[in-house]
């Protein structure tokens, strides 16, 4: 099992950047394949960006692709989101998720993911 605790969140202006970060408990964090997911008020929770165990993987929603970088390290055990060009759209809670290991891509692209941080607030303004 991994615990995840998301950070780097906050309140920023439209056009300006973040980076989120999402620390993993445990010494397995380089088995499981990692993503982001955001949440915002009155709407399903809304897949962001994945990444595979090796990080030589990447998938990202076309409304961000371009825009956000999901990276790792997996010897700080961390899984990174960088965003940039925000946009009012952007704002809701993201969250950071680890998919099982000996989970296949296919069903990390089928947003089939195990474990879930409490989630960081991201605010845009305009």
């Known amino acids: 099992q991994v615990q995840l605790v998301e950070s780097g969140g906050g309140l920023v202006q439209a056009g300006g950047s973040l980076r989120l970060s999402c620390a993993a408990s445990?010494?397995?964090?380089?088995?499981?394949?990692m993503g982001w997911f955001r949440q915002a008020p009155g709407k399903e929770r809304e897949f962001v960006a994945a990444?595979?165990?090796?990080?030589?993987?990447?998938y990202y929603a076309d409304s961000v692709k371009g825009r956000f970088t999901i990276s790792r390290d997996n010897a700080k055990n961390t899984v990174y989101l960088q965003m940039n060009s925000l946009k009012s759209e952007d704002t809701a809670v993201y969250s950071c998720?680890?998919?099982?290991?000996?989970?296949?891509?296919?069903?990390?692209?089928?947003?089939?993911?195990?474990?879930w941080g409490q989630g960081t607030q991201v605010t845009v303004s305009s």
């Open positions: 990444i595979s165990a090796s990080g030589s993987l990447t």
């Open positions: 998720a680890a998919a099982e290991y000996g989970s296949s891509w296919g069903s990390v692209l089928r947003e089939k993911f195990d474990y």
């Open positions: 445990g010494r397995t964090f380089r088995w499981y394949s």
